[in-house]
């Protein structure tokens, strides 16, 4: 995790969209301090938190934004989008309805954001396997079909999280190099 006396290469701004109570906080708190709560309080005030790693021997400093409370579609302002490379569009596996909201998120974002911004759709839950409402597969032929990277992660479990991150970094280091 972060090393304050080392030279930042790059900074690169990243940030969590999708419905309420998906667990675009607890991703977040997840990837930046290794930390889960089960009863996480909704964000208030809170815009960003950053963790620094090392990308093709560069350091790199990832900034990720996270909603302070404002998901409900159309709340989320244009400032939160502003010089994002990276998106990272989160839904409920056991929860359809964040699954289908999906697309307005993507409008959303392909409205505010930079054309080329690298975005990730993300199915988190997924230890809640006997609860699950979205197949894989559906939302694996969605992001194909919108060119989106997808997996499925559980922040409770720490799966997939640091690979979600690794790959949108990776993609924005490429594009920028
Ligand atoms: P946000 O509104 O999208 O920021 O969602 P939160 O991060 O606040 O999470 C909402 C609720 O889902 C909280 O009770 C979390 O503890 C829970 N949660 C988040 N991620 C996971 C996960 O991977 N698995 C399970 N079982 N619960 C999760
Ligand atoms: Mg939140």
Avoid: C
């Avoid at 996480?40 to 963790?51: C, L, M």
């Avoid at 990308?55 to 400093?61: G, M, R």
């Avoid at 989008?81 to 596996?93: F, N, P, W």
Wanted: avoid cysteine; aromatic fraction near 10%.
């Amino acid at each position: 995790y972060g090393d304050a006396s080392q030279k930042i290469d790059y900074v690169f701004k990243v940030v969590l969209i999708g419905d309420s109570a998906v667990g675009k906080s607890q991703i977040l708190s997840r990837f930046s301090r290794n930390e889960f709560s089960l009863d996480s309080k909704s964000t208030i005030g809170v815009e960003f938190q950053t963790r620094t790693l090392v990308i093709q021997h560069k350091s790199v400093k990832a900034q990720i934004w996270d909603t302070a409370g404002q998901e409900r579609y159309r709340a989320v302002t244009s400032a939160y989008y502003r010089g994002a490379l990276g998106a990272m569009l989160v839904y409920d596996i056991t929860k359809r309805q964040t699954f289908d909201h999906i697309p307005r998120w993507l409008e959303e974002l392909r409205a505010h954001a930079d054309k080329n911004i690298v975005i990730i759709l993300i199915g988190n839950k997924s230890d809640l396997e006997d609860q699950r409402a979205v197949p894989t597969e559906d939302a694996k032929e969605f992001a194909q079909t919108e060119e989106l990277f997808f997996l499925e992660t559980s922040a409770l479990e720490a799966t997939n999280v640091e690979n979600a991150f690794l790959t949108v970094l990776t993609e924005i280091f490429n594009i920028v190099n």
